[in-house]
């Protein structure tokens, strides 16, 4: 890939995600009065929306690290011998 394709790509890209987080903040306000306004959320409501979610995914992946974080592993003992690969012994000239 040359330099203007890759130029290209990253300029659409960003066109794309500013297009789509545009759109979706469009989509939250209503298109006309005709529209009942919504109810006024408590400072309740708004942590649980902004918190919750986070402290959620931190729950999730710690659990999921506990999991799978294992202390099976035990190293050999320690010796003084070297180990040689068959066919590597040293030559005598």
């Known amino acids: 890939m040359k330099a203007p394709a890759r ?3 990253v300029v659409v890209s960003t066109l794309v995600v500013l297009g ?5 903040a469009w989509a939250d306000s209503p298109a006309s009065e005709a529209w009942p ?3 006024e959320r408590s400072t309740l409501e708004w942590l649980l ?10 729950v999730v992946v710690s659990l ?3 999991l799978t974080a294992r202390n099976n592993y ?9 180990e040689v690969a068959p066919g590597n012994e040293a030559a005598h000239h």
């Open 7 to 9: 130029i290209l790509a």
């Open 20 to 24: 789509t987080t545009s759109a979706t």
């Open 37 to 39: 306004a919504a109810p």
């Open 49 to 58: 929306l902004f918190g919750g979610g986070t402290v959620g995914l931190f």
């Open 64 to 66: 999921f690290g506990l």
């Open 74 to 82: 035990v190293p050999p003992a320690p010796s003084t011998d070297l």
